[in-house]
């Protein structure tokens, strides 16, 4: 009687949800729906990505929530630390923008897209219809052997198939980033002599320009070097704080403080001048 009053017990937990589940779960699957639809919705990539790994975030409280500790640290670390990572590493590098979403590239893609969103919706339905109508196993079922052992044994005997569609999909990804990233040289790379001699037929800028601070008395990259006779070089700052207007002009200052070196030099040599004088 023991035995199966325990029993009782176990299965009516594995049914029964308590309100800090309930809390945890009505909260965070808000969040991750809001992320889901900003993932489609954003204008920009990088947003859009942004937005997706937030929601694969949740999905691992809830993997953790739920027991699966193996889930849980493997969505962080290998989908939203390493997966994502690189899908915003992608973006940033090919710089794609909001006008180039709204090319077709391929003829007829938008509605391919549909179809796809279409079939998608139906699998996910019948997915929630099936686990709604089929018998709960519990975690302490499907955990017997160890969180580890049971998803090993589910990825290589009833879902091989699927894992290894994935990891077919992911190499694809992989490939089709390098393809993107990869540029072809159209001409011949100019080799060091070739760019000093250019240079030296161009006339501009033969020797090196002044760094940032030069001769202004400052070290700081927001200053403009002076040249020689006290005016500031543009060139030596970057071309972003000058579009900004950031750049900080200590010329004045340069050119006071040499007066004033100048004029104390002056007079030291007249002092010494005079001392000469004054000994012979």
């Not at 992320?35 to 489609?40: F, P, Q, V, W």
């Not at 049971?150 to 390098?178: C, N, P, Q, R």
Request: glycine fraction near 10%; aromatic fraction near 6%; proline fraction near 2%.
């Amino acid at each position: 009687m023991s035995a199966l009053a325990s029993h009782a017990v176990t299965d009516l937990a594995a049914y029964t949800t308590s309100t800090g589940e309930a809390f945890q779960f009505w909260v965070l699957g808000t969040v991750a729906v809001i992320g889901a639809l900003c993932t489609i919705l954003m204008k920009k990539a990088v947003h859009s990505a942004l937005c997706l790994a937030g929601t694969m975030i949740i999905l691992a409280v809830f993997y953790l929530a739920n027991g699966a500790y193996f889930l849980g640290i493997v969505q962080v670390v290998v989908y939203t630390g390493a997966i994502m990572m690189l899908f915003l590493f992608v973006v940033m590098l090919v710089g794609v923008t909001a006008a180039d979403s709204l090319k077709e590239t391929i003829k007829g893609q938008r509605w391919l897209a549909a179809l796809c969103g279409l079939g998608f919706a139906v699998l996910l339905t019948a997915g929630i219809g099936n686990a709604a109508i089929t018998e709960f196993n519990g975690l302490g079922a499907a955990n017997a052997g160890g969180n580890v052992e049971g998803l090993a044994a589910l990825i290589f005997t009833k879902y091989v198939f699927a894992f290894e569609i994935t990891g077919a999909l992911l190499i694809t990804a992989a490939v089709g980033a390098m393809v993107l990233t990869h540029r072809e040289r159209t001409e011949r790379a100019l080799t060091q002599r070739e760019m000093a001699e250019r240079r030296v037929r161009e006339g501009k800028h033969l020797p090196p320009l002044p760094a940032p601070g030069v001769y202004a008395r400052h070290n700081a990259v927001d200053i403009a070097g002076l040249l020689p006779d006290g005016t500031p070089s543009e060139l030596t700052v970057m071309r972003t704080l000058r579009d900004r207007g950031q750049i900080r002009d200590v010329s004045s200052e340069a050119l006071k403080d040499l007066a004033a070196l100048e004029q104390r030099s002056a007079e030291r040599l007249g002092r010494d001048d005079r001392e000469e004088e004054a000994a012979k």
